[in-house]
């Protein structure tokens, strides 16, 4: 099984550039997440989604977008690229919130903002 | 945002040598999880806890979830260099979708 896939792995942006980073899982898992790593911090939680078709705010989603038109990808937008969000970012997923449902992470994607 | 206060934020220690580490919160969490991270990748899951007084083990690993459900403890027993990397706990709260993690402890394993 391939788990969670995360593309590209490294990517550098100009400041005001988009793209979308992909998130990818085939364990037909209903929940998925996406984090942002500060060097030296935990994780913060930007969107996430229980199903397709649905999505809600995590703690930091300000300058992002999500879509989850199916069950086995979210990706997430960056419209316009600003400095503060250089960042690795990481994919979750998980089957559910309860016993024996904890949540499973890609390899994440360096995103530098210059 | 609400993060949980993971401690030590490093240890150095010496091959064979015990390791201890613990998170706390002012809330209560429902689940407890330990992950392992490595140079370049995501989150590995070592252990999850999901009763209040519950103590598991994972080989060298052992975890608990405190009794007050606001903190937990992580032990690796007699470190060997591949132990390196750096460990986060992450808390879910009651009746919640979503996971809070601490700031991680950093270890580095001397031979």
């Known amino acids: 099984n391939a788990g969670v896939t995360q593309t590209p792995k490294f990517r550098i942006l100009k400041i005001g550039q988009s793209m979308t980073l992909q998130c990818a899982q085939d364990?037909?898992?209903?929940?998925m997440y996406w984090y942002r790593q500060d060097p030296g911090m935990g994780l913060k939680l930007i969107y996430y989604?229980?199903?397709?078709?649905?999505?809600d705010k995590g703690e930091v989603p300000n300058g992002y977008n999500v879509s989850r038109s199916t069950t086995e990808d979210f990706p997430l937008r960056l419209e316009l690229a600003a400095p503060s969000q250089t960042s690795v970012y990481f994919c979750?997923?998980?089957?559910?919130?309860?016993?024996?449902?904890?949540?499973?992470f890609g390899d994440g994607t360096r995103l530098s903002i210059l | 945002g609400q993060q949980l206060n993971q401690s030590p934020q490093s240890m150095f220690i010496q091959e064979g040598e015990d390791v201890s580490m613990n998170c706390t919160s002012s809330?209560?969490?429902?689940?407890w999880l330990w992950y392992k991270q490595d140079p370049g990748e995501g989150p590995v899951l070592l252990i999850a806890?999901?009763?209040?007084?519950e103590l598991t083990s994972n080989g060298r690993l052992t975890a608990q979830f405190g009794i007050t459900r606001k903190d937990s403890f992580l032990n690796i027993s007699a470190s060997i260099p591949s132990d390196v990397g750096i460990y986060f706990c992450?808390?879910?709260?009651?009746?919640?979708?979503?996971?809070?993690f601490g700031t991680g402890t950093r270890l580095q394993v001397f031979p």
């Open positions: 989604s229980v199903g397709a078709g649905i999505t």
């Open positions: 809330s209560i969490f429902n689940t």
């Open positions: 364990m037909n898992h209903n929940y």
């Open positions: 806890l999901y009763k209040a007084g």
């Open positions: 992450a808390g879910q709260l009651y009746h919640t979708d979503k996971l809070i």
């Open positions: 979750a997923s998980s089957s559910g919130t309860g016993e024996g449902q904890p949540q499973h």
